[in-house]
């Protein structure tokens, strides 16, 4: 299970509450400095943005550890989308350093974890893509990264203790029932299906 760590970040200011219903991209940044950690951007940008503190959701450093920023609150990573996306900074200048196998990693588990729990129709973007800039950088997989949501909807689960936690109990309670018993292969259900269930579920139609 990925590891999500708290910063401790003293804030200049009371942060404004995400709704995840509303976040519709995950966007992806660099901090473009090759040296900065998340302490340093969140200095930079409460002391010199006049922010009140990090702008980033999330932030990864050089050696893989995901910190918590402004977490499930209202980000300050591009005009126009802090309300309806989580920001996700990956520590260096991708323009001219290339990310570590460990902040790739974990940036990935990072985002498979946040699609388990956002809603469906989310795309996960390029600072870039909406902006006059180089954010991520050149050197950043930003298309291996786009890519998550497709590998994630192929994954198959065949055993209950590989189910993502929010269908777990779902899962669980129809194993029980004899409802779902699987087939050669195991359970051999996708995201689509365990959602489905998921819905189902508290919809009332398996009790």
């Known amino acids: 299970m990925l590891d999500i760590r708290k910063a401790n970040l003293e804030w200049n200011g009371k942060l404004k509450k995400l709704y995840v219903s509303k976040v519709k991209y995950i966007m992806i940044h660099h901090s473009a400095h090759p040296s900065w950690d998340v302490y340093d951007v969140h200095n930079y940008h409460k002391n010199s943005n006049g922010w009140i503190g990090i702008g980033y959701n999330f932030f990864i450093n050089p050696d893989g550890t995901v910190f918590e920023g402004r977490g499930f609150n209202i980000g300050a990573g591009a005009t126009g989308y802090n309300s309806n996306s989580i920001h996700i900074c990956f520590a260096g200048n991708f323009e001219k350093q290339k990310p570590s196998n460990s902040q790739l990693r974990n940036g990935k588990e990072l985002i498979k974890w946040l699609l388990e729990i956002l809603p ?88």
């Open 120 to 207: 469906l129709n989310v795309k996960i973007i390029g600072h870039k893509d909406i902006g006059k800039t180089a954010c991520p950088g050149r050197n950043f997989p930003l298309e291996e990264f786009k890519n998550i949501r497709k590998e994630k909807k192929e994954m198959r689960y065949q055993k209950l203790e590989d189910v993502p936690n929010y269908a777990k109990v779902t899962i669980e309670k129809l194993i029980n029932k004899k409802a779902l018993q699987g087939n050669e292969k195991g359970l051999d259900l996708s995201d689509d299906m365990l959602r489905t269930f998921v819905i189902l579920d508290r919809l009332g139609l398996f009790n």
